[in-house]
């Protein structure tokens, strides 16, 4: 996968490719893989975090989503980087 520049992908809505939706009130809203993604872990990864409800997440359906706005409250209070430039 491409490097995706963090500025960028939160102007794109977590998107790759794609366009922020005006239509989105409550902020962007990411997939599992798109998380998995733009922390630069395994999805594996993520799943884990889910079942131990370490990091901020809400189903849909069978579907994990995660709100942008919470996950980088998440990230930044866990102490964790952000994703660096390449």
Not at 59 to 85: I, Y
């Amino acid at each position: 996968m491409e490097d995706v520049d963090q500025q960028d992908f939160m102007e794109r809505g977590g998107r790759r490719g794609g366009s922020k939706q005006a239509s989105e009130p409550f902020g962007p809203v990411l997939t599992l893989a798109e998380v998995a993604h733009y922390l630069r872990v395994h999805p594996s990864t993520i799943y884990r975090l889910v079942s131990r409800k370490e990091i901020p997440a809400f189903k849909v359906g069978n579907d994990w989503r995660f709100d942008v706005r919470e996950l980088e409250e998440w990230r930044l209070s866990s102490g964790a980087q952000s994703p660096s430039k390449k």
